[in-house]
Nanobody, 125 residues
Framework: QVQLVESGGGLVQAGGSLRLSCAGR??????VAWFRQAPGKEREFLAA????????NYADAVKGRFTISRDKAKNTVYLQMNTLKPEDTAIYYC????????????????????WGQGTQVTVSS
């Protein structure tokens, strides 16, 4: 069992930045991703990273503004979010999968085996 704990959410003004953290036994999984869910909307894929090699993949909506990275020594995955917009307001979730990077459909929430409890990000205009 892999427990994931997100942190780093909060209230920020439009144009600002936040860095989310996802801590857990991420070294025992192959792929870690960030999703978000706004009220009344489906869970949305943001970015994924392969734990061993560090390959990354981004959704078009956040490409160029968000950066996913990992710190192997700390067993932590980060999501650096820049130039935040009010439409980025959502609960942000970390997810991890036992599936290899090559085979996983990274954008599908059902592909992931473990989820954190989420952290709220609110961007004011």
């Amino acid at each position: 069992q892999v427990q994931l704990v997100e942190s780093g959410g909060g209230l920020v003004q439009a144009g600002g930045s936040l860095r989310l953290s996802c801590a857990g036994r991420t070294s025992s999984v192959y792929t870690v991703a960030w999703f978000r869910q706004a009220p009344g909307k489906e869970r949305e894929f943001l970015a994924a990273i392969s734990w061993s090699v560090g390959n990354t993949n981004y959704a078009d909506a956040v490409k160029g503004r968000f950066t996913i990275s990992r710190d192997k020594a700390k067993n932590t995955v980060y999501l650096q979010m820049n130039t935040l917009k009010p439409e980025d307001t959502a609960i942000y979730y970390c997810a991890a999968a036992n599936k290899l990077w090559t085979y996983i459909r990274r954008w599908l929430a059902d592909e992931y085996d473990y989820w954190g409890q989420g952290t709220q990000v609110t961007v004011s205009s």
